[in-house]
């Protein structure tokens, strides 16, 4: 397998694996483990935005543009179409 052909495969799996999480966030039979999830989540972003991840000064965060303040999965920054 060519390395294009698993960055394929890997982001299929990745995309899938968003999606189901997205049916069973929106699942009133999942709302039990919903913040749990959600500190997992924001733990792993944070982990990525220290690592540079998300632009050197968190510009890129999808929590929010770090430049213009600090933000969770619980206090995001509203992002605005362009």
Known sequence: M???KVSA????NVLSVLE?????VNNPSWDGEIEEWAESLDSMLE???NDDQFGTEG???P???FRN????IW????KKEV
């Open 2 to 4: 060519t390395k294009n």
């Open 9 to 12: 495969d890997v982001k299929a």
């Open 20 to 24: 189901e999480i997205k049916n069973r």
């Open 47 to 49: 982990d990525m935005k």
């Open 59 to 61: 510009q890129v965060d």
């Open 63 to 65: 929590r929010g543009d």
């Open 69 to 72: 303040g600090e933000f969770s």
């Open 75 to 78: 206090v995001m920054e509203i």
